[in-house]
């Protein structure tokens, strides 16, 4: 089973930018379809973003589309997400998830569809 570290979380003003990192090991990365959720105090996990195994094709929360970019490099197993426009309403835990399941599809929303997770990582975005 893949072991994940997120990093890059922090205290970011409205309208700043953020980049999170999720560092994998003890598994074959490529072989694992990623996301990034989120959760906020006292709401429920949310979707945010989804890659594919080689990189090729993403998918993404509306509240997210345009702002966010999600990429991988293979090569040294990790997975990023690019935050721009940061807003107040991103504040929240991000974690990375892996998924080793051969029929997960890139649109999934499902957390129980990610069988490894990142501990998370504190995004606070201020006004």
């Known amino acids: 089973q893949v072991q994940l570290v997120e990093s890059g979380g922090g205290l970011v003003q409205a309208g700043g930018s953020l980049r999170l990192s999720c560092a994998a090991s003890?598994?074959?990365?490529?072989?694992?379809?990623m996301g990034w959720f989120r959760q906020a105090p006292g709401k429920e996990r949310e979707f945010v973003a989804n890659?594919?195994?080689?990189?090729?094709?993403?998918y993404y929360a509306e509240s997210v589309k345009g702002r966010f970019t999600i990429s991988r490099d293979n090569a040294k197993n990790t997975m990023y997400l690019q935050m721009n426009s940061l807003k107040p309403e991103d504040t929240a835990v991000y974690y990375c998830?892996?998924?080793?399941?051969?029929?997960?599809?890139?649109?999934?929303?499902?957390?129980?569809?990610?069988?490894?997770w990142g501990q998370g990582t504190q995004v606070t975005v201020s006004s």
């Open positions: 998830a892996a998924s080793k399941y051969v029929s997960v599809i890139i649109t999934t929303t499902r957390p129980s569809d990610f069988d490894s």
């Open positions: 003890g598994g074959t990365f490529s072989s694992y379809v």
């Open positions: 890659i594919s195994r080689r990189g090729g094709s993403t």
